[in-house]
């Protein structure tokens, strides 16, 4: 690829850009000549992920270079005082004495699958190897974390099975807890586009959302249920004698435990629990019985939850007990963010290591100490996030440094969070003044975006994209990596981070992967975009398959269904709107067409936000009408100890049911989303249950006529 090629920076489908600077503009880039929001950017048609195709987000993104980035490190004992701008020299010497004095359990890391493979490689190594803690998170915690522990638990190991071509003669799409019209727009068109008259489009979400206006049929289910759901698919399956004998006899094992759960949830039973008719099941059912290949996209409807494991697990046991993996169809679980799979693959959650390796395993560690030359990586997972936090609040974890994500809006149960944030000496690698972790933090250190810096990124599909440098970053910035290498190598660690540029990095760690699924080893630059693993993972070359878990065998779950803050038994008998009171409701949260996340970005790109609403809440209208709610009035969301404001828009979504958008930074609205959303967690994945709270809704004020 040219070198005027790059990854979109935002979503996880990974498109390749290309921009408009030629050989001779590309000479000039560094010498002030090319003015970075002036730089046009167009798909690139030679891009696997994306033939060309691209969205707005992606269009847009030189408007977000050079709007209100911080240009200088910044520096304030107590976040009571202004900032002082400080030189490079003075931040890394007040960082280096605090880490010193430090031991390595009161220092922790939250990091981004939006950071290059390299800037996670050595901040993780950092962490680790040189300071010996696991004390580090992305997050990805709150994102894929469930899909990574579901794909280990059945495949033995993570890493989506299928790709981007089987898009192509699949003829049933189910789209799970996924909004990918609005999320992943570049995917759904390119679905849209390759579609025969025959090719059906399912959605399941309690919103009506692009996806599903877009789609066939939409299955509107009550949220939280989806382990129901498909669960009672599995019992109609069986019931039909629609299952796959041969396929499970061959390559799977445990599925009579997984059928024993299914049995609970007969489509009688399952219908009142989700709040869907039974003959949407039955729908469900007869396209994995009959459907040539099918693909099941899923995102954060699944992952968000306290049953997420196990949302992801019925999922992938309808596809291993209909035998639809591989040529018959795949679950392909969504990434979020452009290189949460790069992330993964360094392993820079609380438990990974370099090439899909773990801390707790003597075998792997003990590969990787060798290889760094570093002894003495803890053989125990470091506490995630959220447990962070409350370690922060008991003053056992001093100093937090965050890099590329805005916990403060971000984060479930902000309250809690923003104290913590006060009480904790908070180091941020940011690229905007405008990111509202900035308002808790001690020491910024400004930091160049993609792409301002070069770096890999791996996309959803396990496609490795080299992103070359296109843009001039604001003077006195830094990439990521260079930051935390220049730390190390104050701390006398200059044998193990020689890297004199970024080049190095890859090079070491590609190394790494020598052997492993993720095996990049023999990878060159200039041979990206280019996909780890065989087109289907796990296939073998006689046609069979071949699994990563202990026996060689997928492995069925059993999949029980656990709700927060609903009673089982109760919901069984009379359904959700049996049990919420009139002004009660589920309030569930996600993703807009074209803002992306704490809005750092897309907030900045004019003709995104002109078209943005006030911060809203959609309502069904005959709930809003129970209510006394109009349009456009203002209503408050409580969960009894917080509440939200937000703009009524009554619409197409399930009765008992509101959603609204997560990301809203405080200059949007002074009443985040997530002061309402609870910190529970996945027993699994530990990954929280984002996307699921009883709250209640009241009319705060008319809307003002003569103000619209
Ligand atoms: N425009 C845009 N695109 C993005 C992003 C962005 O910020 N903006 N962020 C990127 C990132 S990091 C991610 S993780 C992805 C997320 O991509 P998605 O997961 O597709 O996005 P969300 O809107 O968060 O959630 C998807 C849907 O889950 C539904 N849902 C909520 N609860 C449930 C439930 O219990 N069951 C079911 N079946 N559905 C439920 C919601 O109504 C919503 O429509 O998007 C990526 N792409
Ligand atoms: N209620 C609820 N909460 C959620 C979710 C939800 O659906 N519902 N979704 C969750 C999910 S899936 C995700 S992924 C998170 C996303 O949450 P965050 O990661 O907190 O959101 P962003 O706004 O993307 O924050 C990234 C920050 O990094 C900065 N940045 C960008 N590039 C770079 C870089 O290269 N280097 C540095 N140092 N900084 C950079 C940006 O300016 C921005 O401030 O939110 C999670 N929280
Ligand atoms: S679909 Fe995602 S990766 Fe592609 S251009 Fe849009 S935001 Fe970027
Ligand atoms: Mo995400």
Redesign the pocket.
């Known amino acids: 690829m040219g070198k005027n090629s790059f990854q979109c920076p935002?979503?996880?489908?990974g498109c390749g850009l290309i921009t408009n600077l030629g050989e001779e503009k590309y000479k000039n880039l560094f010498k002030d000549e090319v003015i970075p929001s002036q730089i046009k950017v167009r798909g690139n048609p030679d891009h696997p992920a994306n033939r060309g195709l691209v969205?707005l987000?992606g269009v847009t993104l030189p408007q977000t270079f050079d709007k209100n980035r911080l240009t200088t490190p910044l520096y304030r004992e107590s976040i009571n005082e202004p900032f002082k701008e400080i030189s490079w020299k003075e931040a890394y010497q007040i960082l280096v004495e605090k880490l010193k004095k430090l031991l390595p359990e009161e220092i922790y890391f939250y990091i981004s699958?939006q950071l290059t493979t390299e800037d996670s490689y050595v901040i993780n190594k950092f962490a680790k190897g040189f300071l010996k803690t696991n004390n580090i998170d992305a997050?990805s915690r709150?994102?894929?974390a469930s899909a990574v522990v579901a794909y280990k638990m059945a495949f033995g190991s993570d890493g989506p099975p299928c790709c981007y071509e089987d898009l192509e003669d699949a003829d049933v799409f189910l789209?799970?807890?996924?909004?990918?019209a609005?999320?992943?727009?570049v995917l759904f068109n390119r679905i849209q586009r390759t579609r025969k008259p025959d090719t059906v489009v399912v959605t399941?979400?309690?919103?009506y959302?692009d996806?599903?206006k877009k789609s066939d049929v939409h299955?509107k289910?009550?949220?939280?249920?989806?382990t129901v759901?498909l669960n009672s698919v599995l019992y109609l399956l069986h019931q039909w004698g629609r299952i796959d004998k041969n396929f499970i006899e061959r390559y799977t094992e445990n599925f009579n435990q997984a059928l024993e759960e299914a049995k609970k949830y007969p489509p009688e039973v399952a219908s009142k629990i989700c709040g869907i008719p039974k003959r949407d099941i039955e729908l469900l059912a007869y396209l994995f019985a009959n459907a040539k290949k099918l693909i099941s996209f899923?995102?954060?409807?699944?992952?968000?939850?306290v049953n997420a494991v196990m949302?992801n697990l019925a999922l992938i046991n309808l596809h291993l007990a209909t035998g639809r993996l591989g040529d018959r169809g795949c679950p392909f679980s969504?990434?979020?963010?452009p290189n949460?799979m790069g992330g993964r693959e360094v392993g820079y959650l609380t438990n990974g290591l370099p090439g899909y390796r773990d801390v707790r395993n003597e075998e792997e560690r003990k590969e990787v100490e060798q290889y760094w030359g570093l002894e003495g990586i803890k053989p125990t997972p470091g506490p995630v996030i959220t447990e962070a936090i409350d370690l922060i609040l008991e003053g056992k974890i001093k100093l937090l440094w965050v890099v590329a994500t805005n916990p403060a809006i971000t984060l479930p149960n902000l309250k809690k969070v923003w104290k913590a944030l006060e009480k904790v000496f908070l180091v941020v690698n940011e690229a905007y003044a405008d990111s509202d972790t900035l308002k808790f933090a001690n020491l910024v250190f400004p930091a160049q975006i993609v792409p301002e810096k070069e770096g890999i990124m791996t996309a959803t599909d396990r496609t490795l994209t080299y992103i070359h440098q296109n843009a001039q970053p604001p003077k006195n910035t830094k990439p990521d990596w260079l930051i935390f290498t220049e730390v190390a190598n104050l701390m006398g660690g200059e044998k193990y981070f020689p890297y004199k540029e970024r080049k190095d990095i890859f090079e070491e760690y590609k190394k790494l992967t020598k052997g492993r699924l993720c095996d990049i080893s023999t990878f060159e630059e200039k041979d990206l975009p280019k996909r780890w693993g065989a087109k289907h993972l796990y296939k073998t070359p006689e046609g069979g398959f071949k699994f990563k878990t202990p026996g060689g065998k997928a492995k069925f779950h059993p999949t029980p269904f656990e709700i927060a803050e609903i009673d089982k038994e109760q919901l069984k008998e009379k359904g959700l709107e049996g049990i919420l009171q009139k002004d009660e409701f589920i309030l569930?949260?996600?993703?807009?067409?074209?803002?992306?996340?704490t809005m750092t970005k897309?907030g900045k790109v004019d003709s995104l936000l002109k078209q943005e609403l006030p911060p809203f809440v959609i309502i069904h209208p005959k709930d809003a009408f129970e209510l006394g709610i109009e349009e456009m009035d203002i209503v408050k969301i409580s969960d009894g100890e917080n509440e939200i404001y937000r703009v009524a828009l009554l619409r197409n979504?399930k009765r008992k049911?509101i959603?609204t958008y997560?990301?809203y930074p405080l200059w949007y609205t002074e009443t985040p989303t997530n002061l309402v959303v609870a910190d529970r967690v996945d027993p699994y994945s530990k990954e929280p249950d984002?996307?699921?709270r009883r709250v209640r809704l009241s009319l705060h004020k008319k809307a003002d006529l003569a103000e619209l």
């Open positions: 935002y979503c996880g489908v969205c987000k699958g997050n709150l994102c894929m789209f799970i807890g996924s909004n990918a609005e999320a992943h727009p399941v979400d309690p919103y959302n996806t599903a299955i289910i009550n949220a939280g249920t989806d759901l899923w995102a954060m409807g699944l992952n968000q939850s949302k969504l990434t979020g963010q949460a569930i949260n996600g993703r807009i067409k074209n803002q992306w996340h897309t979504i049911h959603f997560f990301g984002l996307k699921f």
